[in-house]
């Protein structure tokens, strides 16, 4: 079966996204924002219009026109994506901040496995002369394809920073952007900046300016503490929302990112806890007898569903959090868990073993109201924790089969299912914000646990940072003014 699977990630070939972002400004074309025109919006809504305003071109002898091209959207979910690629000189300007920010876009576009960011050694123009007059063909001999530069103004403590992203083959402007905001967030401006090229380049929401909340793990046996831990995308920034002296599991981020729920365990007794990571103040959201997984928020934030435990049978529940009102939505006749809602709130996905009489947990879809189920996974092995995402085409779920556990994707509608990680034990899958990475625990059988990432062709997989073991993670939506104030964990 994983020989099959395998089959359908490698079937098709390699596709150059180089030669698809030149055919792709040759024939589609769409209008955008001119950089002479009213302040800049945000790419597809995913960069804070408060931090943008509008780029000056500079004057060139070479074209320095914005292109009103934007490439097409590829749908590149299986094969082997050939990275696209990037030069970025060192910004101008600061030198501390300039250095500093370079190096965090290369490292974003890097890791996320679609561009190969050149070496700055290779550059034969210098990064002062390319904002006077960007040579093109300096940068096409060396096989460039994308070209990134930008200037670093520091005042006060206010960090300004002037980018454009350039087509080098079409020597075109394709977009310009100035960002500002407190030094201390310099960090964010960078991951604003590899969001901005990202979405621009691939034609899909960039996600390296969101964050991860997690299960940070120390010691072994009755010393082992669970804490509650929220960092960057890439490891950094990493803030303890909890100080371990209860035990915190199944962490999920609400729809406005200022909110985290988990379960959270006080003598014994647990109860469904929500914390603002703005003030870092958790109160309870509710006490459910037989819960063992945190909900689920519902896009839109009103409320959330959960699986409770009666006796031998577990059903869905979905808990209005205004109204404080619960209701079922399965019958407690059978195990019901797992439930998560599809991005319109339309749908509810959950793991089930009904027709399969108890031998087998198998994905069934349903309406939001409990009505029209329907399996929509089979073959051999468990499958558990479905994750819809947030672009509504997959879900993602971990499948137990052959001694071992696969990271897996699948239809809504259960076809085209295929793997896209392996390991001794593989559980809780989270999406990206835009719907091209998963977030995972991967755990070796000497129980070090650890989050990973992998795209959806499965060929880019890259460890995640984190200070100690982790697990349980979740992943934001992409952020705009979220800031965790420096105060002390509280206890849970």
């Known amino acids: 079966m994983i020989k099959k699977q395998r089959s359908l990630i490698h079937a098709h070939g390699i596709v150059s996204m180089g030669l698809i972002l030149s055919l792709s400004l040759l024939i589609q074309c769409c209008v955008i924002t001119s950089l002479n025109a009213e302040a800049a919006k945000p790419l597809g809504g995913s960069l804070p219009a ?34 696209t690629p990037v030069a970025i000189p060192v910004f101008l300007g600061d030198n501390e901040f300039a250095s500093k920010i370079t190096d965090v876009v290369a490292n974003d576009l890097t890791m996320c496995g679609r561009f190969d960011v050149l070496d700055k050694q290779a550059f034969i123009q210098n990064n002062t002369s390319v904002h006077e007059n960007v040579r093109f063909e300096d940068w096409r001999v060396i096989n460039d394809q994308i070209l990134l530069i930008g200037k670093v103004e520091h005042s006060g403590s206010k960090l300004t920073v002037q980018f454009k992203i350039y087509d080098v083959i079409s020597g075109m402007l394709l977009k310009g952007f100035s960002l500002s905001a407190d030094e201390k967030k310099w960090r964010k401006l960078a991951h604003m900046i590899s969001d901005a090229l990202y979405e621009r380049v691939t034609g899909d929401a960039g996600f390296f300016d969101s964050q991860v909340v997690f299960i940070d793990e120390q010691g072994v046996g009755r010393n082992k503490k669970k804490r509650l831990c929220m960092m960057d995308i890439d490891g950094h920034n990493v803030v303890y929302l909890t100080n371990g002296s209860n035990l915190v599991l199944t962490p999920r981020f609400s729809p406005s990112t200022h909110h985290i729920a988990y379960l959270g365990f006080r003598k014994d007794s647990a109860a469904v806890y929500l914390m603002d990571v703005r003030e870092r103040e958790a109160k309870i959201l509710g006490t ?10 519902s896009p ?19 808990y209005n959090i205004q109204s404080k009102e619960t209701r079922q939505l399965t019958p407690h006749t059978l195990i019901d868990t797992s439930p998560c809602y599809s991005p319109d709130g339309e749908y509810i996905v959950f793991t089930s073993d009904r027709n399969n009489n108890g031998s087998a947990e198998k994905l069934f879809t349903m309406k939001s109201d409990g009505s029209d189920v329907k399996q929509i996974s089979n073959g051999p092995g468990n499958h558990s924790q479905p994750v819809w995402s947030p672009r509504g085409d997959l879900i993602a779920f971990s499948k137990r089969a052959g001694g071992g556990y696969n990271l897996c994707v699948i239809n809504t509608d259960g076809t085209g299912e295929r793997v896209i990680d392996e390991g001794y034990l593989i559980e809780g899958a989270a999406w990206s914000p835009n719907g091209r990475y998963i977030i995972y625990t991967k755990e070796s059988p ?41 105060k002390a964990a509280p206890a849970a």
């Open 446 to 486: 000497n129980r070090k646990s650890q989050l990973c990432c992998a795209d959806l062709t499965g060929h880019v997989k890259m460890p995640i940072k984190t200070p100690h073991n982790a697990s349980d993670p979740a992943w934001s939506p992409l952020l705009s003014n979220i800031s965790v104030k420096d």
């Open 300 to 318: 839109d934030g009103s409320k959330v569903v959960m699986s409770l435990t009666k006796g031998a049978s577990t059903a869905l529940y979905t």
């Open 50 to 83: 408060g931090l943008i305003q509008a780029a000056k071109p500079t004057p060139s002898s070479s074209s320095n026109t914005e292109s009103s091209d934007i490439p097409a959207v590829i749908e590149i979910t299986r094969g082997q994506i050939k990275r």
């Open 288 to 297: 459910f007898e037989g819960m063992t997984f945190a909900p689920r928020f």
